[in-house]
């Protein structure tokens, strides 16, 4: 099979696993612009306490040091629009964990592309020191849009991005040179927190930050930014003119159960450690923890009472 075979065959297999998109990346050290900016955001503590975004820079600015002998890069993105939303929780957040979902389905596309030809690979989704998104417009996937999420030209915004660093050579897509936000700010000026700007972004501000990452006190008031969610954040995912393409996504794995369907915003008051285990083993939301889940939950309540 030529290179060109194969890539037909890869990227028709990825769709096939239930992938939406799929593109191949060359790779090659990350450009100087985008290490640049990157070092500027960490510099300025735009990161938080996410110091593992400062750790293994060498690994993530040149992905063969990530993966010895990789020779493409695999950039597929999965669909999570939800069919119906469960309040309080952001949309990503509904179903079965991604990083597990997605890193399955690429190990079964590593196998399915051994049954053709000898490879050998490592997959990641959200789970490495890997400039996704970066890799992810080098595929020619979608471009990167003011709201920072990877955002797909006919598809909007809703995805997961995971990729397959394999140890052979494809043929490589041509980079997204363009995006679409043109003069759009509705992602920025719909932010509740002030976190998004046109050429910057403070996590420090993030709801989706502040309610999963941060362990410590909430700052004073932020209930009140808080919109429907004391899990994440969708705002600026939904204030997005591209998600008007956004379709349902397909994936067994990212609907939520019948007990989380079930819920409704007065029910999260009264969450118990039990009830919290059995609406949430399996999902993102164990990255929280319980204990933090119930202080987003009475800050989010707190501003609902004023
Ligand atoms: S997730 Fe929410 S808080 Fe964070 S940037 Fe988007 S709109 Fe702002
Ligand atoms: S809301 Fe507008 S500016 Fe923001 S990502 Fe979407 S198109 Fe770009």
């Not at 596309?109 to 992810?136: H, M, T």
């Not at 471009?143 to 397959?164: A, H, P, V």
């Not at 956004?246 to 039990?274: C, H, I, Q, V």
Request: glycine residues 8%; charged residues 25%; contains cysteine.
């Amino acid at each position: 099979m030529t290179k060109e075979e194969l890539t037909i065959f890869i990227k028709s297999e990825a769709l096939r696993l239930g992938f939406d998109v799929c593109g191949i990346a060359k790779p090659e050290a990350v450009s100087t612009e985008a290490i640049n900016t990157y070092n500027k955001w960490i510099e300025q503590e735009r990161h938080g306490t996410m110091l593992y975004l400062q750790r293994n820079c060498d690994k993530r600015f040149d992905p063969t040091l990530l993966v010895e002998g990789c020779r493409s890069i695999i950039v597929v993105a999965i669909n999570y629009t939800p069919q119906e939303p469960i309040e309080g929780i952001a949309s990503y957040a509904i179903g079965n964990d991604y990083h597990k979902v997605v890193k399955d389905k690429l190990y079964t596309l590593l196998s399915n592309i051994n049954d053709i030809q000898p490879v050998k690979g490592r997959a990641f989704c959200d789970s490495a020191p890997v400039l996704e998104r970066y890799w992810a417009v080098k595929a020619g996937i979608g471009w990167i849009g003011n709201n920072r999420q990877l955002t797909i030209k006919g598809k909007g915004s809703y995805f997961f991005i995971g990729e397959l660093f394999v140890d052979i050579e494809l043929s490589y897509d041509t980079p997204t040179e363009e995006s679409y936000c043109g003069t759009c700010r509705k992602c920025i000026e719909a932010c509740p927190t002030g976190a998004l700007q046109k050429e910057d972004f403070d996590a420090c501000k993030c709801l989706s930050y502040l309610t999963i990452e941060y362990r410590g006190d909430l700052p004073e008031n932020i209930g009140k930014k808080m919109k429907n969610s004391f899990y994440g954040c969708d705002v600026c995912l939904k204030a997005c003119p591209h998600n008007k393409f956004a379709t349902p996504n397909r994936t067994e794995e990212f609907k939520p159960g019948d007990e989380l369907r079930k819920m409704n915003l007065g029910d999260w008051s009264n969450l118990t450690k039990e009830k919290y285990t059995k609406l949430f083993s399996g999902s993102a939301v164990e990255r929280c923890g319980y204990e933090q889940l119930l202080r987003n939950i009475s800050a989010f309540n707190k501003h609902k009472e004023e």
